[in-house]
């Protein structure tokens, strides 16, 4: 968590989630919230049966971006999803899938889990393969949401969202999703130990800006 100084009177506090799971985060006042919620990625299947070997790509996970309204002392619970798990199919044949990217959810907002992909080997031809379909979105009015492109393992966002990778030898994890909350809030939201401490400030004509650190 950290301040961000936007003019000389808003501050934007800011919250990441990186780690799947439940969160809840409850504002101090009416506001303003600038959020990116990404869902995560699938798992990537591959197979080897004698001779032949493949494997294909987990769905990506959609995107959902947008500024809503929040109500000051209102909880409200964020849900991180997880990677889909890879699975190979055993030397000896089978079929194996990749398991779904979980969603991940804000402000009534879902961005869908990539699916994951399929192997099946056969005695004849040996073996069939489909990539995972990229995860859905679903985004309420004022928020603007993408879905996942089919067996793509690259991240939606930053390095989050991607579909596991299914080669011929491997079974990769999906990449877990991502939720990125800003609240605009005044300097009266906060206390210089806690939120300025370790922010750096410049001025730029009228307007003080954050400097990362």
């Known amino acids: 968590m950290k301040a961000l100084i936007t003019n000389n009177a808003k501050y934007w506090k800011t919250y990441e989630y990186t780690t799947p ?14 959020f990116i ?13 004698m001779v032949w070997e493949r494997g294909r790509n987990g769905g990506q996970g959609a995107q959902v971006t947008g500024t809503v309204s929040v109500t000051g002392g209102t909880e409200y619970t964020i849900v991180v999803g997880a990677g889909g798990a890879g699975q190979r199919i055993a030397d000896n044949g089978g079929s194996a899938y990749g398991g779904n ?22 005695y004849y ?3 069939s393969d489909w990539g995972g379909d990229g995860g859905t979105a679903t985004a309420t009015a004022g ?21 596991g ?7 990769g994890n999906g ?39």
């Open 175 to 213: 990449q877990g999703g991502y939720a990125r909350l800003d609240f605009q809030m005044d300097s009266s939201d906060y206390t210089y130990t806690e939120d300025h401490f370790n922010v750096k400030v410049c001025k730029d004509g009228s307007t003080y800006k954050a400097i990362n650190t």
């Open 21 to 34: 799971g439940t969160y809840t985060v409850t504002p101090p006042k009416d506001t303003l919230c600038k």
């Open 101 to 122: 990217g979980g969603d991940s959810t804000a402000f009534g907002n879902t961005a869908g889990g990539g699916k994951g992909s399929g192997a099946h080997t056969g």
């Open 37 to 49: 919620i990404v869902g995560a990625g699938a798992g990537g299947s591959s197979c080897h049966f």
């Open 125 to 127: 031809d040996g073996g």
């Open 143 to 163: 928020c603007t949401g993408s879905n996942g492109a089919n067996y793509s393992t690259a991240s939606k966002y930053l390095t989050y969202g991607g579909g």
């Open 165 to 171: 990778v299914g080669n011929s030898s491997t079974a």
